[in-house]
């Protein structure tokens, strides 16, 4: 009930083009759904974030939507650009837990 | 800007030798994470800290302590290192009561 399960594993995309990846979880105790960019050599970083109070958010070219009732959420890169290129994490908490639970990650890569 | 660093962004090290991790962040925060990263798994929490001296285990313990004997310093003990240890190694904190996990660069630890 803890898992998070993402998807695609790896995603090629060219550029101009959007980026979808996908995000599933199971515990309806989740309230906070974050998702972070990581490029070689660095560690993670956090891109946008969602409470379920809203069903989507728009933070320039990147996107949230999120589905309640079907448990699931997702992350849209418009007009796609190499400097895109990255390693994607979704993630779930609950306000209480103050830890994340993370998913298995997605590679984007961005064909110029 | 919160800097969170970490003592090496790579090693290597023998089967059994015992191996130390160390963190540190310049932020006063409360919380502070070790996971590990691994492709295919995504990111797993294996130790977390609430405080100082505080400590409680997360997915993946096994194999592994931590020691949180000052605020801003977190560090990460393989006992007896094995080669199934060989991975990355994030180290992130947080404020209390805060979602957003600020993380290190990360070390790339091979075990041979």
């Known amino acids: 009930q803890q898992q998070v399960k993402q998807s695609p594993q790896s995603l090629i995309v060219q550029k101009g083009g959007i980026s979808i990846i996908n995000c599933a979880y199971e515990n309806t105790a989740f309230d906070y759904f974050p998702w972070y960019q990581q490029f070689p050599g660095k560690g993670p970083a956090l891109l946008i974030a969602i409470r379920p109070d809203v069903s989507e958010k728009k933070e320039g070219r990147f996107t949230i939507s999120f589905n309640k009732s079907a448990k699931q959420f997702s992350l849209h890169i418009m007009d796609s650009q190499p400097g895109d290129s990255a390693t994607y994490f979704c993630?779930?908490?609950?306000?209480?837990?103050?830890?994340?639970?993370f998913g298995q990650g997605t590679r984007l890569t961005i064909n110029p | 800007d919160v800097k969170v660093t970490q003592s090496s962004r790579y090693l290597v090290k023998r089967t059994g030798e015992k191996v130390f991790l160390e963190c540190v962040q310049d932020m006063d925060h409360e919380n502070m994470f070790w996971y590990r990263q691994d492709p295919g798994l995504g990111l797993r929490l294996i130790y977390f800290s609430y405080d100082v001296k505080m400590k409680e285990k997360g997915d993946i313990p096994e194999g592994y302590s931590v020691s949180r004997e000052k605020k801003e310093r977190f560090s990460l003990i393989l006992e007896s290192a094995s080669t199934n240890q060989t991975s990355m190694y994030l180290c992130?904190?947080?404020?209390?009561?805060?979602?957003?996990?600020?993380f290190g660069p990360g070390t790339r630890l091979t075990v041979l």
């Open positions: 993630a779930a908490t609950d306000q209480g837990a103050q830890k994340l639970v």
């Open positions: 992130a904190s947080t404020p209390r009561r805060h979602n957003e996990q600020f």
